[in-house]
């Protein structure tokens, strides 16, 4: 396992890496109008963040335009997964590059991946990270909201998701019976994992220990995905997405640290927020540091900054509460087989705020999104964008691709 110092006093405290496919030129425009900027872009600060891109192979005119990007605003990591990589396996193999990218030569006590579909207030983000560094026991933590799921690695699908282990359990119950999984996958599904505890999508920290040793591991199994072909899911359907977030919670179940993992959960906390969830896309919770904008919309992003930055906005306090054992993940087992489980060292801590009745409230940020400022800006920030992206047309036709 790799060796990582977590003692020196000038690590940063958390570098933050923004999955984004190569050409999302407008996507990354956007985000660096509204969260993804200085005193957080690139390097040098306490909490540092890039666009994780995967580039192996890129074009000339992609190549000059990453260069372009990088040379104005310091904020891409390129990494060594093919330009051209499908949606099926570019996820994956991004997030286990951006990892050991990271591990390898980061100085950061935490590492973070966030999509590209969210809006992150990095202060409170920092603020929680503190809290987590000083408060929450052990060398591997995981943070996220936590839920539960089953894996089959030879399928690389998933099957029975639970927000709770008895929940993943029952959904997930016969994917251990070797003549359901036959039947269900025609060629077989292979061993099923699980469940196991996740991070959902839109943030997973880990500790640089945690991270460390996953890095360890992360060459085969990348190798592994890279060799599969023709997958099916369990249900027989052809593969055209696998889930990173459910993966890398496999993956950890399956390539456990010596010391165990303290699993740090955002759920129920308010400090994450779906819009797609809310009623209109458009209701966000006061207190939330992340909010997940399946709509990618740019005046939602936009209106989303001046909330954010706004007194309507709280940044309310954290405490952890940590329980040690199987018990308190969530996982009920006979008291003879409790010593010997994986889960019997685990440690699992919930982020509870101190959230007055004001700052429990929702906003509804219609009024916002519909502004007459907001719509400027929107429209001066895609003129830019298609004035880029001409540029880059341009460029891709002189290289004659």
């Not at 077989?188 to 997973?204: E, K, R, V």
């Not at 954290?318 to 040690?324: E, G, L």
Request: charge should be positive; hydrophobic fraction near 40%; glycine fraction near 6%.
């Amino acid at each position: 396992m790799s060796s990582v110092d977590t003692t020196s006093s000038d690590r940063a405290l958390l570098a933050i890496g923004v999955i984004s496919v190569p050409e999302q030129v407008e996507r990354r425009a956007l985000l660096r109008a509204t969260w993804l900027h200085k005193p957080w872009a690139g390097d040098g600060g306490p909490v540092t963040a890039h666009f994780v891109v995967r580039a192996d192979g890129a074009p000339a005119w992609l190549d000059e335009q990453l260069g372009h990007e990088q040379a104005q605003h310091a904020d891409i990591l390129r990494v060594p997964v093919p330009w051209d990589e499908s949606r099926l396996r570019g996820p994956v193999l991004t997030l286990a590059a951006f990892i050991t990218h990271a591990a390898q030569t980061m100085r950061a006590r935490y590492i973070a991946k966030v999509d590209d579909d969210a809006y992150v207030h990095v202060a409170d983000l920092e603020y929680v990270m503190r809290r987590v560094h000083a408060e929450v026991p052990g060398r591997n933590k995981y943070l996220g909201m936590i839920t539960w799921q089953s894996w089959f690695p030879e399928k690389w699908d998933r099957v029975g998701f639970g927000w709770r282990h008895a929940e993943a359990e029952r959904g997930g119950r016969r994917c251990h019976n070797a003549s359901w999984a036959a039947a269900r996958c025609g060629d077989g599904c292979g061993p099923c994992s699980g469940p196991f505890p996740f991070a959902a999508g839109y943030l997973i920290a880990l500790s640089a220990p945690l991270a460390a040793h996953l890095a360890a591991a992360l060459p085969a199994e990348c190798e592994r995905l890279r060799r599969a072909h023709d997958l099916v899911t369990n249900r027989g359907y052809s593969h055209t997405r696998i889930f990173e977030d459910v993966w890398l919670g496999s993956f950890l179940h399956r390539n456990p640290p010596r010391r165990p993992v303290s699993y740090v959960s955002t759920t129920r906390s308010g400090l994450v927020s779906d819009l797609e969830m809310r009623q209109w896309q458009s209701v966000v919770m006061r207190s939330a540091m992340v909010v997940h904008v399946r709509s990618k919309e740019t005046r939602t992003l936009l209106a989303l900054r001046r909330h954010m930055d706004g007194p309507a906005h709280c940044s309310p306090a954290a405490n952890m509460s940590c329980a040690r054992g199987c018990k308190a993940l969530g996982v009920y087992l006979p008291r003879a087989e409790r010593a010997d489980a994986p889960c019997a060292d685990a440690v699992q801590c919930r982020i509870a705020t101190e959230r007055s009745e004001w700052c429990r409230a929702d906003v509804d940020l219609r009024q916002l999104i519909r502004g007459k400022d907001v719509r400027a800006e929107a429209e001066t920030l895609l003129g830019a964008v298609q004035a880029e992206r001409a540029r880059l047309s341009r460029a891709r036709d002189l290289a004659g691709g």
